[in-house]
Nanobody, 117 residues
Framework: QVELEESGGGLVQDGGSLRLSCAASGRTSSQYFMGWFRQAPGNEREFVAS????????YYSNSVKDRFTISMDSARNTVSLQMNSLKPEDTAVYYC??????????WGRGTQVTVSS
């Protein structure tokens, strides 16, 4: 069992920045990915970004590439997502996941990100 605790999120204006973090605890593996999905009202949950435990491999959706940066502190099993140049369409609940590249085996509770125009 793996538990995920998210922090960050909130309200920001168009063009602003926010940082999300997610710490994993429990029975973590020696190989895993962590990352984020997001879900806006009326939409399906969509992949945002993921990173390997080593931090070597990163993946981004086209919609956030070049604006968001994912990073990993493997000693603390903590993943962070730096979100810059935020747009109103980035407004969603962001869910941290632990699993593989595009697959969540464990999920956080979600944190709200709201970008006002």
């Amino acid at each position: 069992q793996v538990e995920l605790e998210e922090s960050g999120g909130g309200l920001v204006q168009d063009g602003g920045s926010l940082r999300l973090s997610c710490a994993a605890s429990g029975r973590t593996s020696s190989q895993y990915f962590m990352g984020w999905f997001r879900q806006a009202p009326g939409n399906e949950r969509e992949f945002v970004a993921s990173i390997s435990r080593t931090g070597i491999h990163t993946y981004y959706s086209n919609s956030v590439k070049d604006r968001f940066t994912i990073s990993m502190d493997s000693a603390r099993n903590t993943v962070s997502l730096q979100m810059n140049s935020l747009k109103p369409e980035d407004t969603a609940v962001y869910y941290c996941f632990y699993g593989w590249v595009y697959r969540g085996d464990y999920w956080g509770r979600g944190t709200q990100v709201t970008v006002s125009s």
